[in-house]
């Protein structure tokens, strides 16, 4: 069951599961409105009986500083990045008590960690971590629920993430150089799915990214100030409005940018 705002992309992908001998179904979804969330979950419930995972995976970014950034922006970022995962969440949690499942929310490194110039995606993968702390200790400890809650945190991964982000910089956004392959992430998340733990962290950076914030904050000030060196190109934006307020048709998993700039 797939859904996005991206409703030819989605047909696509439909289309290659179904060739490839699969069964896939796709519902155009904008996950910051709790109304199609909650279609989403019926329709996957009517298409397949009832579902054991739900993955809340929508995310997108803003380049630029926090003074700089519009409240509209910043709104809409959180809408999606967190009120996303939220309204995913509890559509999905009704389903997933019934019968046992896995809930698998996707965070970030920077959900323990951080960089300047994104600060506001920062800030709600921040909240995606807290709610879904919150919502674990709930459903597996208050409620003993058969239903495991799963953060996965990758570093950087090698997607059109950066192509897609909302940038107020006068030069292209880029991804820092160390990246992870998005095979790795989908690997994390179905293992999660079937051995569920608390939160999986995927790359070394995240892991050396997490540890430093915690243990050597004045390391991590000096680490995250000097990444942004690496997180623009000497090109002006091809796209600065992004995808933000519209879905992109690309249909493309890894990033096509060339290397640093």
């Known amino acids: 069951m797939l859904a996005a705002r991206s409703g030819e992309t989605l047909d696509d992908v439909v289309n290659r599961i179904n060739a490839a001998g699969g069964e896939a179904h796709a519902v155009v979804c904008d996950v910051s409105d709790r109304s199609q969330v909650d279609n989403l979950a019926q329709e996957a419930i009517s298409r397949f009986g009832r579902f054991d995972t739900w993955i809340n995976n929508a995310g997108l970014a803003i380049w630029g500083r926090l003074e700089e950034t519009t409240d509209e922006d910043a709104r809409r970022l959180f809408d999606i990045n967190f009120w996303g995962v939220v309204n995913g969440s509890l559509a999905a949690l009704q389903q997933l008590r019934a019968h046992g499942g896995a809930l698998i929310n996707v965070g970030s490194e920077v959900s ?65 150089s160390n990246q992870v392959d998005p095979q790795e992430v989908a690997d994390a998340i179905l293992k999660a799915a079937v051995k569920p733990k608390r939160w999986v962290k995927v790359g070394t950076m995240a892991k050396v990214n997490a540890v430093t914030a915690k243990l050597f904050p004045g390391v991590a000030d000096r680490m995250s100030a000097k990444q942004v060196e690496d997180m623009t190109r000497d090109e002006p934006p091809r796209d600065p409005e992004g995808t933000l307020n519209k879905p992109s048709e690309d249909g493309r998993v890894h990033g096509d940018h060339a290397a640093a700039k």
């Open 112 to 176: 323990e960690a951080y960089t300047p110039i994104l600060g506001m995606y920062v800030a709600s993968k921040h909240a995606v971590k807290g709610f879904t702390d919150c919502l674990r200790v709930e459903v597996e400890q208050l409620d003993k629920a058969q239903v495991s809650v799963t953060l996965i945190q990758p570093t950087a991964v090698d997607t059109p993430f950066d192509e897609h982000a909302r940038n107020y910089l006068p030069e292209e956004a880029k991804l820092p």
